[in-house]
């Protein structure tokens, strides 16, 4: 990808972050289900376009996290909040507050793995019946582990085998390939790596851990 292309990626961006500025307005003036799909799409392509430029910035060896202590409890609750259901969708999205409440503060880019964790709850969102899951617990052996799970009809086995770049046909693949991004850049002094996770348990997991 040249720079040229980066910038009117960046331009683009911004376009829509305007764009949904004015829906949101709108929303407020008049609410309509139309106007919620289009901010649902506009979100999510802005979030694609924002993921676009981190791979773009990786390949130029010019990708830099912003590594800081963050309250898990203020994270989770933006993390969610900010999702736009889908327009007639009965899923809703549940958490255990106090387990994430006894968890305190993390190190991470909260910027970035914000965008992992929405891709995930947009992908669950997409096929899942009744309830999504987003749960935070402190991993075994150290590291902290992110998970997004629903009860829809799961990954396809080639996505869990590791044959397919995008978890449903309807995807690029962008979203994984940047969480796998993101996840192997947040590593700890020893070596250890951030990593995404894959399963299918009465539906599809995502998980994302952090060391």
């Not at 507050?97 to 964790?117: H, I, P, R, T």
């Not at 991004?181 to 894959?198: K, Q, Y």
Request: aromatic letters at 6%; charged letters at 20%; proline letters at 4%.
């Amino acid at each position: 990808m040249s720079p040229l292309i980066a910038g009117a990626i960046h331009d683009a961006k911004n376009g829509l972050n305007l764009l949904n500025t004015w829906l949101e307005e709108a929303r407020r003036a008049s609410p309509s289900p139309a106007i919620d799909e289009a901010r649902a799409v506009a979100a999510r392509v802005g979030a694609q376009l924002v993921e676009l430029l981190a791979l773009y910035r990786a390949g130029e060896n010019n990708l830099r996290l912003a590594i800081e202590d963050h309250d898990l409890m203020d994270f989770c609750q933006e993390v969610t909040t900010e999702i736009i259901l889908p327009p007639g969708s009965k899923a809703h999205i549940e958490s255990d507050v106090d387990a994430v409440a006894m968890l305190g503060a993390w190190a991470f880019d909260a910027y970035q793995v914000k965008l992992v964790l929405q891709e995930a709850l947009r992908n669950a969102l997409r096929h899942g019946k009744d309830c999504i899951r987003f749960a935070v617990a402190a991993q075994a052996g150290g590291g902290l582990r992110f998970t997004v799970s629903d009860d829809g009809p799961g990954f396809p086995q080639e996505v869990l085998d590791g044959e397919a770049r995008a978890m449903d046909s309807a995807s690029s693949g962008i979203g994984l390939v940047f969480a796998r991004l993101i996840a192997e850049r947040h590593a700890t002094p020893d070596g250890r790596h951030g990593r995404i996770e894959l399963a299918n348990n009465s539906g599809a997991v995502f998980a994302l851990v952090l060391p």
